[in-house]
């Protein structure tokens, strides 16, 4: 299936060949050309690890045949180059590559990045709901949740309390990193066996006395009290029809589809007529068309095109609430003005002040910076309420309140409870305080806004406690930091790294300075002077996330960037993120924001896309709500590839 | 038939006296189909149930005190369930020595022994013998959520190697997984076919005017339905139980935990009598558990009214009390349940065997002695119900698990840290708690009394505050003290002992009243226990 979805790009590739051939064709003559150049010596010294008998590494080069699917790996050549050039590969046991060679992949590589690149949106291809999606879906389409019936008391956990949660398998992440890139989560029996069971009680749930205001509703009609699901009308269960299936559908559907619907309800009443209108229910609910996005698109064959309103409702609402698109979206779909821009920009806005905009920060936040590893380690359920939310609510809070972009490292603004209050030094007098009632032992207790004043160690999420506890040592903050915040690509570390050797006889040595004697290899040292500086800077701040204040031999938290720039500090490390590295932590937020958005990983064709809006956010101080305006009426949000079609 | 079946599940009232005039038996009749179950010989097969209550008891209120195998009063916290004496086997002096954490407590229950962590609970060891030919090997229930920081106290079955096993707490989600699943009954199956066949209908249309990208996602879709498709023509036809599931009521959405745990007893009951499973586990919460048992009135953490000597009220006793009181109630709706169901020759009931109880005996000291253990149902003639067996020493509750194996046909030499099994609950002897005799008497003077004899709490929770001394042949005398008084003599503390009392008094009607203690001396016992056990 991947090579299919990469097999896409073909027809955008060759477009933009034929284009750059009519008015750069010097550009063209003059490249190194992957399959002539570069593809042999790949297979003469990496696939036989990589692709050929193993796949080691998961670097698979038996899957890159041609210039696009190069193309398409714009990340795994960085690698490449990097352990190129490092000596690292071919491993020592195996024939080198010759001087040449490494000169020639180089070079491509050089090229391959200053090659100007057109900006493609991807190609189309339908998704399943993910997990989260498809509770949201239900939860709005239906009016109510479908939860277990679960006693809960203060040291409960939860997780269990949504049906649809408990009962579908966990979404893995995609290729993209996030779990509503289910392009690789195939639908199994298993799945489709809970799907049925979610579906038969969510309408049981519908047709419950209890319900009887979201059944009105969907039915768009008044019941007297003594109204019983087996007394529907004909004209009762059309309407509840005619309204659900464009609902649940997210789209206008045609009379002669929802005709078919219909006509198994002819001529039924009573308890017939219901279990009928009930079977079209799930008929709907199981369908294809619900269970994945995209099936219903206009389609265009072979050509790349804007997507339709319905579609662009989907698309912003699914991105900004992870939740289908709402009544309001839906008519501006169906008379085509969400397509315009300034519409589209309002409706951001509102959307991003409604309740759901809350699963920006849920879903997009936490996975973004992995905060749900505090899941398994954080056994205690108040704390981890207190450390878990805190930083969910202060993303909540940049997403939702249009704070700047990089406002993400340092605000004066964040959110305490009783849970996370000792740590903030002297402010935590200015707090609100929360006294448990009389026979309480334990309980979570409520989050504030907070304007920080003396506890200037913290501001932005770096400082929060529940993420310098999720990552416990300095080489784990400095890789999350890297990876998480400045976007950069860390390969996997070594397998065979011998452990961390004690201080020799007579000395007393830091771990810090122990360590920098364990990473002097080289091969070590391409990434760890990256991550150490940034890691080690944390140092005065203890595994709980405590900051060590006025303490003699404080550990050494100073360092120096591989740019050059030096810090004695965390404090004055915060000072260069915020300057000299600002507009690569804009650019990762930009990119992971549009990966997000668009359920996919990003490929070159999306870099102009990136870079236009990072400059722009840039030189703006620009807001999250900008940088979510922007994505939305980028390019790849807003037109697609189509495939050509197979007449089946 | 379809309409002559709808009940609507009452709500039960706490404390309405006879609870339940259910409608399940007349129904049943009315069916008019056998009992599914064992027609052939009209012998029903045991099944094993079994229902925990978290946080241990308040003693002064639950034990028994006095009292021989067929002679004894039920203790105040009994009185939901005095009504099924008959079917009862009260267990008393059963547990460990020394004291339990609440992790412990909870294995202890049904794996003999805290320290026995690498085999199965007796359930599932039970489940293995006699749940091989049901559609469910085993049912664990629970009503709460994990406690991910003590995870101990949310399991009391675990599998062979010692393991927690998953259990479920939502009673639609249990009864749809017996009776609405396509696998299981036929008319779903059929149901669940006709669906599939109209999704891949209505989906081949799509297919018509598809991409190659949907051509992709599609052709998955249809391998799916065609795999769900083909392993439901492979699921056998001939259904086990000629019950028709359809007419079972599938409860309603719970609002409260009572309505939770009354749909799941529901739901337990019908799954017994279906006889599609035999086996089931179920917590009516988890051990240090800090529910809020608001829809009983109460504001406060069932945790910390537990421990009821350190956090001691007379409104957080009255809580405790209530909350046990539930529990105790619970534990009848399931006995009256079973009762209601005819199977065989008899009542559901008398073809199970039901454990009740926890693995805690004093909630505040957190003792593992006198753990509250009371087994109900016949078990097809395997016991003797109807009686009071007070074990002269303390009897570890591997002992009694490994009877309880022994009964269901299971030879194994040894439990948990326990050997032999626990002997009597056949009727067979057994070694019987001798108390030392004692004289009750009293001796009234004006304005004052003295009197000898045990001291006991009122039968009456309603009255919490209010406690008995009995003396033989005469009335009660009844002792109604203020908190100070109950306080500083620690009357708690000697309830089910024998006693010398004096204080002022009245009376009312016939009855001594004594409204101010002077003194207290314990007959056998410590005479001024301070502040120690409540």
């Given at each position: 299936?991947?090579?299919l979805q990469?097999k896409?790009f073909?027809?955008?590739?060759?477009?933009?060949?034929f284009?750059l051939?009519?008015?750069y064709?010097h550009?063209?003559?003059?490249k190194?050309?992957?399959?002539?150049?570069?593809?042999?010596i790949?297979?003469?010294?990496c696939?036989?690890?990589?692709g050929?008998k193993?796949?080691?590494?998961?670097v698979?080069?038996?899957?890159i045949?041609?210039q696009?699917?190069?193309?398409?790996?714009?990340?795994?050549?960085?690698t490449?180059v990097e352990?190129?050039?490092a000596?690292?590969?071919?491993?020592?046991?195996?024939?080198?590559?010759?001087?040449?060679?490494?000169?020639?992949l180089?070079?491509?590589?050089?090229?391959?990045l200053?090659?100007?690149?057109?900006s493609?949106?991807?190609?189309f291809?339908p998704r399943?709901?993910?997990g989260?999606?498809?509770?949201n879906?239900?939860?709005s389409?239906?009016?109510?949740?479908l939860k277990v019936?679960?006693?809960k008391?203060q040291q409960?956990?939860?997780?269990e309390?949504s049906?649809v949660l408990?009962?579908?398998p966990?979404d893995?992440?995609?290729a993209?990193g996030?779990?509503?890139d289910?392009h690789?989560?195939s639908?199994s029996?298993v799945?489709l066996?809970?799907y049925?069971?979610?579906?038969d009680?969510?309408?049981?749930?519908?047709?419950?006395?209890k319900?009887?205001?979201q059944?009105?509703?969907?039915?768009?009609?008044?019941?007297?009290?003594?109204?019983?699901?087996e007394?529907i009308?004909?004209?009762q269960?059309?309407?509840?029809?005619?309204?659900?299936?464009?609902?649940a559908?997210?789209?206008h559907?045609?009379k002669?589809?929802i005709?078919i619907?219909?006509k198994?309800?002819?001529k039924?009443t009573?308890?017939?007529?219901?279990?009928?209108l009930?079977?079209?229910?799930?008929v709907?609910m199981l369908?294809?068309?619900?269970?994945?996005r995209?099936?219903?698109?206009?389609?265009?064959?072979?050509e790349?095109k804007?997507?339709?309103a319905?579609?662009?409702?989907e698309?912003?609402?699914y991105?900004?609430?992870?939740d289908?698109?709402?009544?309001?979206?839906m008519?501006?779909?169906?008379?085509?003005?969400l397509?315009?821009?300034?519409?589209?920009t309002?409706q951001?806005e509102?959307m991003l002040?409604?309740p759901q905009a809350i699963?920006?920060?849920?879903s997009?936040?936490?996975?973004?910076?992995?905060i749900?590893?505090?899941?398994?380690l954080?056994?205690n359920?108040?704390?981890h309420?207190?450390?878990r939310?805190q930083?969910v609510?202060?993303?909540?809070?940049?997403?939702?309140?249009?704070?700047p972009?990089?406002d993400?490292i340092?605000?004066?603004?964040?959110?305490?409870?009783?849970?996370?209050?000792?740590?903030?030094?002297q402010d935590?007098g200015?707090?609100?305080?929360y006294?448990?009632?009389?026979?309480?032992?334990?309980?979570?207790t409520?989050f504030?806004?907070?304007?920080l004043e003396k506890?200037?160690?913290?501001?932005?999420?770096?400082?929060?406690?529940?993420?310098l506890?999720m990552?416990?040592?300095?080489i784990?903050r400095?890789?999350?930091?890297l990876?998480r915040?400045?976007?950069?690509r860390?390969?996997?570390?070594p397998?065979?790294?011998p452990?961390?050797?004690p201080?020799p006889r007579g000395?007393?040595?830091?771990?810090?300075?122990?360590?920098e004697?364990?990473r002097?290899?080289t091969?070590?040292?391409?990434c760890?002077?990256k991550?150490?500086p940034?890691?080690?800077?944390?140092?005065?701040?203890?595994?709980k996330g405590?900051?060590?204040?006025?303490?003699e031999?404080?550990?050494?938290a100073?360092g120096?960037?591989?740019t050059?720039?030096?810090?004695k500090?965390?404090?004055?490390?915060?000072?260069?993120?915020m300057?000299?590295q600002?507009?690569k932590?804009?650019?990762n937020?930009v990119e992971?924001t549009?990966?997000?958005?668009?359920?996919?990983?990003?490929?070159?064709?999306d870099?102009?896309?990136?870079?236009?809006i990072t400059k722009?956010?840039?030189?703006?101080?620009?807001t999250?709500k900008?940088?979510f305006?922007e994505?939305?009426?980028?390019?790849?949000f807003?037109e697609?590839?189509f495939?050509?079609?197979?007449?089946g | 038939?379809s309409?002559?079946w709808?009940?609507?599940?009452?709500?039960f009232?706490r404390?309405a006296?006879a609870m339940v005039p259910?409608?399940f038996?007349?129904?049943?009749?009315?069916?008019a189909?056998?009992?599914?179950?064992g027609?052939?010989?009209?012998?029903?097969p045991?099944r094993?149930?079994t229902?925990?209550k978290?946080?241990g008891?308040?003693?002064?209120?639950?034990n028994?005190n006095g009292?021989?195998e067929?002679?004894f009063r039920m203790?105040?916290l009994?009185?939901?369930?005095?009504k099924?004496?008959?079917d009862l086997?009260?267990?008393?002096?059963m547990?460990?020595f020394?004291?339990?954490s609440?992790?412990?407590?909870?294995?202890?229950f049904l794996s003999?022994?805290?320290?026995?962590?690498k085999t199965?609970?007796?359930d599932q060891i039970?489940a293995?013998?006699?749940?091989q030919?049901?559609a469910h090997?085993?049912?664990e229930l629970t009503?709460?959520?994990?406690?991910?920081?003590?995870?101990g106290c949310?399991?009391?079955?675990?599998?062979?190697?010692?393991?927690?096993?998953?259990?479920e707490s939502?009673?639609?989600?249990v009864?749809?997984?017996?009776f609405r699943?396509p696998t299981?009954d036929p008319?779903?199956r059929?149901e669940?076919t006709?669906?599939?066949?109209?999704?891949?209908e209505?989906a081949?249309s799509?297919?018509r005017?598809?991409?190659?990208e949907?051509?992709e996602?599609?052709?998955e879709?249809?391998?799916v339905?065609?795999e769900?498709?083909?392993?439901?023509?492979?699921?056998?036809?001939g259904s086990?139980?000629?019950?028709?599931?359809?007419?079972l009521?599938?409860?309603?959405?719970?609002?409260t935990?009572?309505?939770?745990v009354?749909?799941?007893?529901?739901?337990?009951?019908?799954?017994?009598?279906?006889?599609?499973t035999?086996?089931?586990?179920?917590?009516?919460?988890?051990?240090?558990?800090r529910?809020?048992?608001d829809?009983?009135?109460?504001?406060?953490q069932?945790?910390?009214?537990?421990?009821?000597f350190r956090n001691?009220?007379?409104s957080n006793?009255?809580?405790?009390?209530?909350?046990s009181l539930?529990?105790?109630e619970?534990?009848?709706?399931?006995l009256?349940r079973?009762?209601?169901?005819?199977d065989?020759?008899g009542s559901?009931l008398d073809n199970?065997?039901?454990?009740f109880?926890?693995g805690?005996?004093?909630?505040?000291?957190?003792t593992?002695?006198?753990?509250?253990?009371?087994l109900a149902g016949k078990?097809?003639?395997m016991l003797?119900?109807g009686r009071y067996?007070?074990?002269?020493?303390?009897?570890e509750?591997g002992r009694l698990?490994?009877?309880l194996m022994?009964?269901?046909?299971?030879d194994?030499?040894?439990?948990?840290?326990?050997?032999?099994?626990?002997?009597?609950l056949?009727?067979?002897?057994?070694?019987?708690?001798?108390?030392?005799?004692?004289?009750?008497?009293?001796n009234?003077?004006?304005g004052t009394?003295t009197a000898?004899g045990?001291?006991r709490m009122?039968?009456?929770?309603?009255?919490?505050?209010?406690f008995?001394?009995d003396?033989e042949?005469?009335?009660?005398v009844?002792i109604e003290?203020s908190?100070?008084?109950?306080?500083s003599?620690?009357?708690a503390y000697?309830v089910?002992?024998p006693?010398k009392l004096?204080?002022?008094?009245?009376?009312?009607?016939?009855?001594?009243?004594?409204?101010k203690?002077t003194g207290?001396t314990?007959?056998?016992?410590n005479?001024?226990p301070g502040?120690?056990?409540?």
């Amino acid at each position: 299936m991947a090579t299919l979805q990469k097999k896409g790009f073909l027809i955008p590739r060759l477009l933009a060949a034929f284009f750059l051939f009519v008015i750069y064709p010097h550009q063209l003559k003059a490249k190194i050309q992957f399959e002539k150049n570069i593809l042999p010596i790949l297979e003469r010294s990496c696939l036989k690890c990589h692709g050929g008998k193993k796949v080691n590494g998961e670097v698979d080069f038996s899957k890159i045949k041609n210039q696009t699917d190069a193309d398409s790996q714009y990340e795994l050549w960085e690698t490449v180059v990097e352990v190129i050039s490092a000596g690292e590969m071919p491993p020592e046991e195996s024939p080198q590559l010759k001087e040449k060679e490494k000169t020639l992949l180089l070079k491509w590589h050089q090229e391959q990045l200053n090659s100007p690149v057109e900006s493609v949106p991807g190609n189309f291809k339908p998704r399943r709901l993910s997990g989260p999606e498809y509770r949201n879906t239900l939860r709005s389409l239906f009016g109510f949740d479908l939860k277990v019936a679960v006693a809960k008391a203060q040291q409960t956990v939860a997780g269990e309390e949504s049906l649809v949660l408990k009962l579908l398998p966990k979404d893995p992440p995609g290729a993209s990193g996030f779990i509503n890139d289910t392009h690789a989560a195939s639908l199994s029996p298993v799945i489709l066996e809970q799907y049925t069971f979610i579906t038969d009680a969510a309408i049981e749930k519908l047709f419950a006395p209890k319900q009887r205001s979201q059944l009105q509703y969907l039915m768009g009609e008044n019941l007297p009290d003594e109204w019983r699901p087996e007394k529907i009308s004909q004209n009762q269960a059309r309407s509840l029809i005619k309204n659900f299936i464009p609902k649940a559908l997210r789209r206008h559907i045609s009379k002669d589809k929802i005709n078919i619907n219909l006509k198994a309800l002819n001529k039924l009443t009573g308890i017939e007529l219901l279990n009928a209108l009930k079977f079209e229910m799930k008929v709907t609910m199981l369908s294809p068309e619900f269970l994945y996005r995209g099936l219903l698109m206009e389609k265009f064959p072979g050509e790349q095109k804007s997507v339709d309103a319905f579609e662009l409702a989907e698309r912003v609402s699914y991105f900004l609430w992870e939740d289908r698109p709402d009544n309001e979206l839906m008519n501006l779909a169906s008379n085509g003005s969400l397509l315009k821009t300034d519409i589209l920009t309002t409706q951001v806005e509102r959307m991003l002040k409604e309740p759901q905009a809350i699963n920006l920060a849920e879903s997009f936040g936490v996975q973004w910076f992995g905060i749900s590893n505090l899941d398994e380690l954080i056994k205690n359920p108040i704390s981890h309420h207190s450390l878990r939310n805190q930083p969910v609510l202060f993303l909540n809070h940049l997403f939702t309140k249009g704070r700047p972009v990089i406002d993400l490292i340092d605000s004066k603004t964040t959110f305490v409870n009783e849970g996370v209050s000792g740590f903030y030094g002297q402010d935590r007098g200015r707090m609100k305080r929360y006294s448990k009632p009389k026979g309480i032992e334990r309980t979570t207790t409520p989050f504030q806004e907070f304007t920080l004043e003396k506890a200037t160690w913290r501001g932005g999420i770096i400082t929060m406690p529940g993420i310098l506890t999720m990552n416990r040592g300095p080489i784990q903050r400095g890789t999350w930091l890297l990876r998480r915040v400045l976007g950069v690509r860390l390969g996997e570390p070594p397998a065979d790294v011998p452990p961390i050797k004690p201080s020799p006889r007579g000395q007393k040595l830091s771990f810090r300075e122990r360590f920098e004697r364990h990473r002097s290899d080289t091969s070590c040292a391409r990434c760890h002077e990256k991550i150490d500086p940034l890691g080690f800077s944390l140092d005065h701040y203890d595994v709980k996330g405590q900051f060590i204040q006025n303490k003699e031999n404080l550990p050494d938290a100073s360092g120096k960037l591989p740019t050059g720039e030096t810090f004695k500090n965390y404090s004055e490390l915060k000072e260069i993120l915020m300057t000299s590295q600002k507009e690569k932590i804009i650019r990762n937020s930009v990119e992971r924001t549009l990966s997000y958005a668009m359920c996919r990983k990003l490929t070159r064709n999306d870099q102009p896309t990136v870079d236009r809006i990072t400059k722009n956010i840039v030189k703006e101080n620009g807001t999250w709500k900008d940088l979510f305006v922007e994505i939305v009426n980028s390019l790849p949000f807003r037109e697609t590839i189509f495939t050509e079609e197979i007449k089946g | 038939m379809s309409n002559s079946w709808k009940i609507e599940r009452r709500t039960f009232l706490r404390g309405a006296g006879a609870m339940v005039p259910l409608p399940f038996l007349n129904l049943m009749e009315a069916r008019a189909t056998k009992p599914i179950i064992g027609s052939k010989e009209d012998t029903s097969p045991v099944r094993f149930v079994t229902l925990f209550k978290p946080n241990g008891v308040h003693p002064p209120s639950w034990n028994i005190n006095g009292g021989t195998e067929n002679d004894f009063r039920m203790s105040p916290l009994m009185k939901p369930f005095t009504k099924h004496k008959d079917d009862l086997l009260i267990l008393d002096n059963m547990g460990d020595f020394g004291f339990s954490s609440h992790s412990n407590s909870t294995r202890r229950f049904l794996s003999g022994h805290h320290g026995n962590r690498k085999t199965a609970s007796v359930d599932q060891i039970i489940a293995d013998k006699i749940g091989q030919d049901t559609a469910h090997r085993s049912l664990e229930l629970t009503t709460e959520g994990l406690f991910v920081n003590q995870i101990g106290c949310s399991y009391i079955s675990y599998d062979k190697k010692g393991n927690s096993i998953p259990r479920e707490s939502d009673p639609q989600l249990v009864f749809d997984r017996l009776f609405r699943n396509p696998t299981q009954d036929p008319n779903r199956r059929e149901e669940f076919t006709s669906l599939l066949d109209r999704i891949g209908e209505d989906a081949k249309s799509l297919q018509r005017k598809a991409g190659k990208e949907d051509i992709e996602t599609l052709d998955e879709y249809f391998t799916v339905l065609r795999e769900t498709e083909e392993r439901l023509e492979k699921i056998n036809a001939g259904s086990r139980s000629n019950v028709n599931f359809s007419t079972l009521k599938r409860p309603d959405t719970p609002v409260t935990l009572d309505d939770q745990v009354e749909a799941m007893l529901d739901v337990m009951a019908m799954a017994l009598w279906t006889d599609s499973t035999r086996c089931i586990s179920y917590m009516l919460g988890n051990s240090n558990s800090r529910l809020i048992f608001d829809f009983l009135g109460i504001k406060k953490q069932h945790h910390y009214l537990s421990h009821f000597f350190r956090n001691f009220s007379r409104s957080n006793i009255d809580s405790l009390l209530k909350i046990s009181l539930w529990h105790m109630e619970k534990f009848d709706s399931l006995l009256t349940r079973l009762k209601s169901y005819k199977d065989g020759r008899g009542s559901l009931l008398d073809n199970s065997v039901v454990l009740f109880g926890s693995g805690m005996g004093h909630s505040d000291n957190h003792t593992a002695q006198r753990i509250p253990i009371v087994l109900a149902g016949k078990g097809g003639g395997m016991l003797k119900t109807g009686r009071y067996l007070r074990y002269s020493k303390n009897q570890e509750l591997g002992r009694l698990h490994m009877a309880l194996m022994q009964k269901f046909g299971i030879d194994q030499k040894s439990y948990a840290n326990s050997s032999t099994p626990l002997l009597g609950l056949d009727g067979s002897p057994f070694d019987e708690f001798q108390e030392r005799p004692f004289e009750s008497w009293v001796n009234k003077a004006p304005g004052t009394i003295t009197a000898q004899g045990r001291l006991r709490m009122s039968d009456n929770l309603d009255e919490a505050k209010v406690f008995y001394i009995d003396v033989e042949g005469k009335t009660s005398v009844r002792i109604e003290i203020s908190f100070g008084d109950f306080h500083s003599f620690n009357v708690a503390y000697h309830v089910g002992t024998p006693i010398k009392l004096s204080g002022n008094s009245s009376e009312k009607n016939g009855q001594l009243v004594i409204n101010k203690i002077t003194g207290i001396t314990s007959l056998f016992g410590n005479s001024k226990p301070g502040k120690a056990n409540g």
